[in-house]
């Protein structure tokens, strides 16, 4: 009686993955026309509900907002805080599988600390401040082409929790600086660019030519 999307969701997928990447809204169809509360997943309320009819067959619509979902960037651990290591692994990259958390390791993500986020360009700006050495984790699919800086200086990139962007982010008051830059692109620029100057040059050496010639005799 439910959308395949929402089967998976609701049978394969841990519905804390739906937090900790920040998403807001869950739709919800079903032929069963009955929903209440006692439906709504742990973190989620009820935002909308309606009837709609596709064809003869009626759906009840629903939509859940999460109440507290992640933000963008946030920060794990501290001076007086767990390790938060045990939550960068376990996970697998396969987001319909199930998360590997222990309950310990979620009430170290629930006690995040977020960070200033905006987005710049190709990539995002980040800024923070807190009393011990954190890691900073960016809810941004991890990919070798990602680099950081961290105030200026270059910052080593993990994936964290199997999916995710991480760096170790020290005290005090920092900024990161995350840009994607794939090389394969840059590659890809350089021969188009020599394409062209061989195209240009091309044209140069046939007009050359051409003013060369004697002139034809009647």
Known sequence: GQASLSSEVEHRLDLRLLQLIGVKYWLITRTDLTWDESRHPEGFELAAKEVVALGAQKYLAVVLRQKDPFPRAFLLGGEGQADPSPVLTGVTPDPLHRLQLTPGAWSLLKARKPATIRRQGNGYHVTYKTDGGRVLILSEMYHPAWQATLDG???????????????????GDHEIIFRYRPTHLYYCWAASLAALVLLLAMLILTRRGRAQDPPLQD
């Open 153 to 171: 200086a270059p910052l080593e990139l993990s994936p964290m929790m199997g999916v995710f962007m991480g760096a170790m982010a020290p005290a």
